[in-house]
């Protein structure tokens, strides 16, 4: 008899439980396909990070390229749920994208794992992505409030005509994902320490003033 069918009825406390091995699993597999990507990574790393026998990731998560693929799906579900936390609908048009552009980039500062994720996605062509539903679910709605915005703002002529929502978002994140994913070599080409808190700072009010210049008439 399998666990799944000799399981009795869970408990508050039983849930609670496997809530938090399902959460502590995720962390680490965030981590760890990070640092190694879905090659590289073990699951027996994976499992020591978090704690919990590797017989139990196998039984909430399938096989490792499921746990890989659930734990990007859970990354870009968690940006987007903290983007809507921004409220930026009941913002003026200015105010809202200076937020969007300033929320993207301490994200990444705050999250070198999303950057170590999509460094090895991209690098193996970026299958689990394109083959995602719910990656793809999950973007739609920023690009869309990303459109209804350009189009307040130019009802509020503060934002120019022709802004393309999709070529937008790619700049404003291109602009913050090299900056991170590069800074090591970029630090030793101009003998900059771009870890450094000011420099961060300094740099994020470029990126912001920057794409917020380019969008005004």
């Given at each position: ?67 890989y693929r659930k734990a990007l799906e859970v990354v870009y579900a968690e940006i987007r749920t903290l983007e809507r936390g921004l409220n930026l609908g009941g913002m003026a048009p200015e105010a809202a994208m200076e937020a969007l552009i300033g929320f993207s980039f301490d994200y990444l ?109």
């Amino acid at each position: 008899m399998t666990a799944r069918r000799a399981a009795a009825p869970a408990s508050a406390a039983d849930e609670a439980a496997q809530s938090a091995a399902r959460d502590a699993i995720l962390q680490a597999a965030r981590a760890e396909f990070a640092a190694k990507g879905l090659a590289g990574a073990r699951v027996n790393e994976i499992a020591a990070r978090a704690g919990v026998n590797k017989q139990l990731i196998y039984y909430y998560y399938g096989n490792k390229e499921d746990l890989y693929r659930k734990a990007l799906e859970v990354v870009y579900a968690e940006i987007r749920t903290l983007e809507r936390g921004l409220n930026l609908g009941g913002m003026a048009p200015e105010a809202a994208m200076e937020a969007l552009i300033g929320f993207s980039f301490d994200y990444l500062a705050r999250h070198p794992d999303f950057i170590g994720l999509l460094n090895h996605e991209n690098a193996h062509g970026a299958r689990h992505v394109r083959e995602s539903g719910a990656i793809r679910d999950t973007n739609s709605p920023l690009i869309d409030l990303i459109a209804r915005t350009l189009r307040r703002g130019i009802a509020a002529k503060v934002f120019r005509r022709g802004i393309d929502p999709v070529e937008l978002y790619v700049s404003v994140a291109g602009m913050s994902y090299f900056f991170f994913s590069n800074r090591a070599t970029l630090s030793s080409i101009f003998g900059r320490d771009l870890a450094d808190e000011a420099a961060i700072a300094s740099y994020r009010r470029h990126v912001v003033g920057f794409a917020m210049a380019g969008l005004r008439p």
